[in-house]
Protein backbone atom coordinates (compact mmCIF):
# COMPACT_ATOMS: atom_id res chain seq x y z
CA UNK A 1 0.00 0.00 0.00
CA UNK A 2 1.56 3.07 -0.90
CA UNK A 3 0.81 6.53 0.49
CA UNK A 4 1.48 10.03 -0.18
CA UNK A 5 1.27 12.46 3.09
CA UNK A 6 1.73 16.10 3.25
CA UNK A 7 2.05 18.13 6.25
CA UNK A 8 3.01 21.39 7.33
CA UNK A 9 0.53 23.67 6.35
CA UNK A 10 -0.99 26.00 8.49
CA UNK A 11 -1.87 30.14 9.28
CA UNK A 12 0.45 32.64 8.29
CA UNK A 13 0.30 36.28 7.81
CA UNK A 14 0.93 37.76 4.53
CA UNK A 15 4.55 38.31 3.91
CA UNK A 16 5.43 34.78 6.28
CA UNK A 17 6.80 31.26 5.59
CA UNK A 18 5.49 27.92 5.14
CA UNK A 19 7.57 25.02 4.32
CA UNK A 20 5.30 21.96 3.10
CA UNK A 21 7.07 18.34 3.40
CA UNK A 22 5.37 15.46 1.34
CA UNK A 23 6.34 11.89 2.00
CA UNK A 24 5.49 8.67 -0.23
CA UNK A 25 5.92 5.39 1.84
CA UNK A 26 5.05 1.62 0.98
CA UNK A 27 6.66 -0.62 -1.44
CA UNK A 28 8.30 1.53 -4.44
CA UNK A 29 10.63 0.73 -6.99
CA UNK A 30 10.32 4.35 -8.03
CA UNK A 31 8.87 7.56 -8.11
CA UNK A 32 8.48 10.03 -11.19
CA UNK A 33 8.54 14.07 -10.98
CA UNK A 34 7.04 15.25 -7.83
CA UNK A 35 4.61 17.98 -7.94
CA UNK A 36 3.04 20.17 -5.74
CA UNK A 37 -0.81 21.36 -6.87
CA UNK A 38 -2.90 24.22 -5.16
CA UNK A 39 -6.73 24.17 -5.00
CA UNK A 40 -8.18 27.87 -3.22
CA UNK A 41 -11.68 28.01 -2.96
CA UNK A 42 -14.27 28.08 -5.76
CA UNK A 43 -11.17 27.97 -7.94
CA UNK A 44 -9.76 24.86 -10.10
CA UNK A 45 -6.94 22.52 -9.20
CA UNK A 46 -3.43 23.83 -10.46
CA UNK A 47 -0.23 23.22 -11.03
CA UNK A 48 2.55 24.97 -8.58
CA UNK A 49 5.36 23.60 -8.74
CA UNK A 50 7.33 20.31 -10.16
CA UNK A 51 10.90 18.59 -9.95
CA UNK A 52 11.86 15.69 -11.98
CA UNK A 53 14.57 12.77 -10.32
CA UNK A 54 17.64 14.73 -12.21
CA UNK A 55 16.14 17.93 -10.05
CA UNK A 56 14.88 20.20 -12.99
CA UNK A 57 12.24 22.26 -11.75
CA UNK A 58 9.26 24.47 -12.93
CA UNK A 59 6.68 26.73 -11.48
CA UNK A 60 3.62 28.56 -12.04
CA UNK A 61 4.31 32.29 -12.80
CA UNK A 62 2.35 33.13 -9.92
CA UNK A 63 5.02 31.48 -7.45
CA UNK A 64 8.39 32.07 -9.61
CA UNK A 65 10.58 33.56 -7.21
CA UNK A 66 8.64 33.22 -4.20
CA UNK A 67 8.57 29.15 -3.88
CA UNK A 68 11.17 26.98 -4.00
CA UNK A 69 10.47 23.09 -4.51
CA UNK A 70 12.89 20.40 -3.03
CA UNK A 71 13.51 16.68 -3.48
CA UNK A 72 15.41 14.07 -1.11
CA UNK A 73 14.50 10.61 -2.88
CA UNK A 74 10.89 10.06 -1.47
CA UNK A 75 10.12 13.28 -0.28
CA UNK A 76 9.64 16.61 -1.72
CA UNK A 77 9.58 19.46 -0.02
CA UNK A 78 8.05 23.55 -0.64
CA UNK A 79 9.39 26.83 0.63
CA UNK A 80 7.30 28.90 0.18
CA UNK A 81 8.25 33.02 1.14
CA UNK A 82 6.34 36.08 0.92
CA UNK A 83 3.29 34.12 1.19
CA UNK A 84 0.37 36.30 0.00
CA UNK A 85 -3.66 35.98 0.58
CA UNK A 86 -4.09 35.12 -2.64
CA UNK A 87 -1.79 31.88 -1.97
CA UNK A 88 -4.52 30.38 0.30
CA UNK A 89 -5.34 26.82 -0.87
CA UNK A 90 -5.58 23.44 -0.11
CA UNK A 91 -2.04 22.11 -1.23
CA UNK A 92 -1.59 18.77 -2.68
CA UNK A 93 1.36 16.58 -3.46
CA UNK A 94 1.21 14.41 -6.46
CA UNK A 95 3.43 11.90 -8.10
CA UNK A 96 3.49 8.96 -9.92
CA UNK A 97 4.73 5.98 -8.55
CA UNK A 98 6.11 2.17 -9.77
CA UNK A 99 5.46 -0.46 -7.59
CA UNK A 100 5.70 -4.39 -7.52
CA UNK A 101 3.09 -6.51 -8.39
CA UNK A 102 2.64 -10.05 -8.67
CA UNK A 103 2.92 -10.17 -12.68
CA UNK A 104 5.33 -7.35 -12.85
CA UNK A 105 5.31 -3.43 -11.70
CA UNK A 106 2.63 -1.08 -12.19
CA UNK A 107 2.74 2.54 -12.31
CA UNK A 108 -0.11 4.42 -10.95
CA UNK A 109 -0.77 8.61 -10.20
CA UNK A 110 -1.01 9.36 -6.40
CA UNK A 111 -2.37 11.83 -4.74
CA UNK A 112 -2.24 13.22 -1.03
CA UNK A 113 -4.91 14.48 0.81
CA UNK A 114 -3.87 17.58 0.86
CA UNK A 115 -2.71 20.13 3.91
CA UNK A 116 -4.03 23.55 4.45
CA UNK A 117 -2.06 26.73 3.86
CA UNK A 118 -4.19 29.84 5.18
CA UNK A 119 -2.64 33.25 4.83
CA UNK A 120 -3.79 36.54 6.55
CA UNK A 121 -3.72 39.80 5.06
Known amino acids: QVQLVESGGGLVQAGGSLRLSCAASGSIISIKAMNWYRQGPGKQRELVAG?????NTNYADSVKGRFTISRDNAKAYLQMNSLKPEDAAVYYC?????????????????WGRGTQVTVSS
Open 51 to 55: IISGG
Open 94 to 110: NTKITTPQATGVMTLDY
